[in-house]
């Protein structure tokens, strides 16, 4: 089994920023391949924001917001982040971290592609 638990939500203007962490834990951490942070806004769909692939590799992020928000991970601490720069009304969502099972070399924000979620946090950007 495996955890993931996200934390560094909150309330900033539009233009601001925040950076989002997302804890893994459990025994299938050692497996998991890839990390991705979704979203998913009220009256909307979940999308992909951005994945990793934790064993080095090239990182996947949405067009929506590539240029703004920046994935990132920190080995030892089995976190991974999302710095979301330049944020915009538009991001206003729930942000979920996902993990794989070790299936995939490829990581994408194809929600297919992952086994364990968090619980989310809440982003709120107001202009």
């Known amino acids: 089994q495996m955890q993931l638990a996200e934390s560094g939500g909150g309330s900033v203007q539009a233009g601001g920023s925040l950076r989002l962490s997302c804890v893994a834990s459990g025994y299938s951490t050692q497996y998991s391949n890839c990390i991705g942070w979704f979203r998913q806004a009220p009256g909307k769909e979940r999308e992909g924001v951005a994945a990793i692939y934790v064993r080095g590799g090239p990182r996947w992020i949405a067009t929506s917001v590539k240029g703004r928000f920046t994935i990132s991970q920190d080995t030892a601490k089995n976190t991974v982040y999302l710095q979301m720069d330049s944020l915009k009304v538009e991001d206003t969502a729930r942000y979920y971290c996902?993990?794989?099972?070790?299936?995939?070399?490829?990581?994408?924000?194809?929600?297919?592609?992952?086994?364990?979620w968090g619980q989310g946090t809440q982003v709120t950007v107001s202009s």
């Open positions: 996902a993990a794989d099972r070790g299936l995939w070399t490829r990581c994408s924000g194809l929600e297919f592609q992952y086994h364990y």
